[in-house]
């Protein structure tokens, strides 16, 4: 069996480079979700063409179990590892949103990064854009998927890479399915009480995030947390940047604070669950992401992963393909291929030969230049005759 995860961190601010577990000596290096600093996910591949317009969007939002819509439900643009918060419904599920901007419906409510809107009395109309909004670029949504989020629902996604500013403004309808037993959430529903001056500072560190102020943004998130303690999402900021800089102790203590402010916040977990296995410490690891997944087992894949990943390293094999399949299933985004060969190579073991060469090719084709791809084609080649012969 192959030896245990390792990671390596870069000396770069925010960059952390992952080599998962796996049956082969393989994996690429690629930056690690929900490591990097906040505003990653954004890849040199993105398109050079930059779009001088405002991206005004438009579409709905509806429960699968007939439950009438309304204006608690968010609409969120997640790149990357980074849940940007873009507006709210009506109470009849229409919203029109500048992305990036300050933009949701006529009456005000505010749609700033990372937190929810302010809670005022939110009009039924739609806004045609607000003056003042952050203009944004293809460059800005590329790689970034819209969806909504709502206590208790699972969001399907709308994919805003190919989306071009002259496009036609609706992109549709987002679906909520009804999730039985789902108890945790993707944002913090304390962190939307919080008052208006916890909400600038708060609103202030993301801005100097965006500008990759590091000196200023802790500052403003822990005048965030000072004025409202009960601030996790500001908790968690705070934790990402210590993550970033390889200060795992910090980050963790600001992890817990954040858990502390708000115990079903499930995002916490996910980063505290890789500090345990970025330590080897894969007990924990399994401990610590089994936790979040009792919370809420649908939205973060890389709980599924970092759980796989851990089992794996505690000679679990049963126990890690099935998390590393779930992982790979609920991956929208791809930020975890790694979790296609770690399921590759536990599928080698078990002889299905089929399986494998299945993921094995899907990691190729996410990461093709990735160190170890030469000898990974070899391993796909060897495979493939199996398959044949199995049949």
């Not at 037993?181 to 304390?190: K, L, N, P």
């Not at 007990?283 to 809420?296: T, V």
Request: charged share 20%.
């Amino acid at each position: 069996m192959a030896s245990r995860l390792s990671m390596v961190l870069s000396g770069k601010i925010g960059a952390a480079l992952l080599i998962a577990a796996s049956p082969w000596p393989c994996m690429s290096q690629r930056a690690t979700p929900g490591v990097n600093a906040p505003g990653a996910g954004q890849d040199s591949s993105r398109p050079n063409v930059l779009d001088e317009h405002q991206t005004f969007i438009t579409g709905r939002v509806q429960f699968d179990d007939g439950t009438p819509p309304n204006t608690d439900i968010v609409i969120e643009r997640i790149c990357g590892s980074t849940v940007f918060i873009e507006g709210h419904p009506n109470s009849k599920g229409n919203f029109g949103v500048n992305l990036g901007g300050r933009s949701s419906t006529t009456d005000g409510a505010t749609a700033s990064s990372q937190t929810p809107a302010d809670g005022g009395t939110r009009g039924e109309a739609l806004t045609s854009g607000m003056p003042g909004a952050k203009l944004m670029t293809e460059r800005d949504i590329y790689g970034c998927e819209l969806r909504a989020s709502y206590p208790g629902y699972r969001s399907e996604g709308i994919n805003m890479t190919s989306r071009r500013s002259l496009d036609q403004p609706d992109v549709g309808t987002i679906i909520l399915h009804r999730i039985a037993g789902i108890q945790g959430t993707t944002i913090s529903f304390t962190s939307a009480q919080a008052p208006k001056e916890a909400k600038r500072a708060f609103e202030k560190g993301i801005a100097q995030e965006r500008k990759n102020d590091w000196r200023g943004a802790p500052g403003s998130f822990q005048a965030a947390v000072k004025i409202y303690p009960q601030y996790a999402a500001a908790w968690f900021e705070l934790g990402r940047i210590e993550q970033a800089q390889a200060h795992r102790e910090q980050a963790r203590q600001f992890y817990n604070r954040a858990l502390q402010a708000d115990p079903k916040y499930t995002s916490p977990y996910e980063q505290l669950a890789l500090l345990a296995i970025q330590e080897g410490k894969w007990e924990e690891g399994a401990r610590i992401s089994q936790q979040g997944l009792d919370l809420n087992s649908v939205e973060f894949a890389g709980l599924w992963y970092y759980n796989a990943v851990s089992q794996y390293n505690l000679h679990k094999l049963e126990p890690a393909a099935l998390s590393a399949d779930k992982a790979v299933n609920l991956d929208r985004l791809r930020k975890f291929p790694e979790a296609q060969l770690l399921l590759a190579g536990l599928l080698t073991e078990q002889h299905k030969y089929a399986g494998a060469v299945e993921h094995l090719r899907v990691y190729l084709e996410e990461v093709p230049h990735a160190p170890n791809a030469g000898v990974l084609r070899q391993k796909l080649a060897a495979l493939e005759p199996l398959v044949t012969a199995k049949n």
